[in-house]
């Protein structure tokens, strides 16, 4: 096996663990591989070893990846990839996420959902988005303010070419498992009171895109669906 199969499955082992002391199902959390800054090769290296979610913080390095992966050999019958963009979208970088992802966790503004809308080829199914929420709110985050979310859940399921899936955070680093359950927690009574209010177009509002390799516990325990980790499946950048 190789290293970042190991790697895969410690996680899903880790994740099945923390599922059980939930108790919660053992398939009740997806796993997302992020693989920003790591080449096509660590990429297919994980989706051999069983993985098709990936996730990209960098728009253009992403779509250059998706092409060369396109161009490798690849067993029969294997499972296609599936990228979800996790980091921050200028303007000017929407017509790349709606042509050549399927999700976007990073929403925070209508006018980027908008423009994502838009740009969505018609050949392509929906676009998948979850807006991102500041739980902290830290001036120099990324995330619509949690009392500002439900207005623009509202808008976004609204809108063409885009199907409302949930909502992602990336709270300050918290120094143990209370903090880190309690800033989760703030966003799963966010996401319930959303999906809870009947606006219409969330028929489909079922992910929670919380939790990274130090604290998939404490998300897990709060209620995530979707965890993303990137050091504990690929290792430190720059050091493979």
Wanted: glycine share 8%; hydrophobic share 45%.
């Amino acid at each position: 096996m190789t290293m970042i199969g190991n790697n895969l499955q410690q996680i899903r082992t880790r994740l099945a663990q923390a599922s059980a002391a939930a108790d919660r199902a053992p398939d009740s959390v997806a796993l997302l591989a992020v693989s920003k800054t790591f080449g096509p090769e660590a990429v297919r290296e994980a989706a051999l070893a069983g993985q098709q979610d990936f996730g990209e913080n960098y728009i253009q390095e992403a779509v250059e990846k998706m092409a060369i992966l396109r161009e490798m050999d690849w067993p029969a019958g294997q499972p296609g990839l599936r990228w979800h963009c996790i980091g921050p979208i200028q303007s000017n970088k929407t017509r790349l996420v709606a042509e050549h992802f399927d999700w976007v966790h990073s929403v925070d503004r209508l006018k980027i959902a908008q423009r994502l809308s838009e740009q969505r080829p018609a050949s392509l199914p929906p676009l998948q988005v979850c807006l991102q929420v500041n739980p902290d709110g830290g001036v120099n985050k990324s995330g619509v303010p949690l009392e500002e979310a439900l207005a623009l859940a509202q808008a976004v399921a609204q809108l063409p070419n885009l199907q409302l899936r949930g909502l992602m955070a990336i709270p300050e680093e918290a120094p143990d498992f209370a903090g880190q359950y309690a800033v989760h927690r703030r966003v799963k009574q966010l996401f319930d009171a959303i999906a809870a209010s009947g606006a219409p177009g969330l028929a489909a509002f079922d992910t929670l895109s919380l939790g990274m390799t130090a604290d998939i516990d404490a998300a897990v325990h709060a209620g995530s669906t979707l965890v993303r980790v990137g050091r504990g499946i690929f290792g430190v950048r720059g050091q493979r």
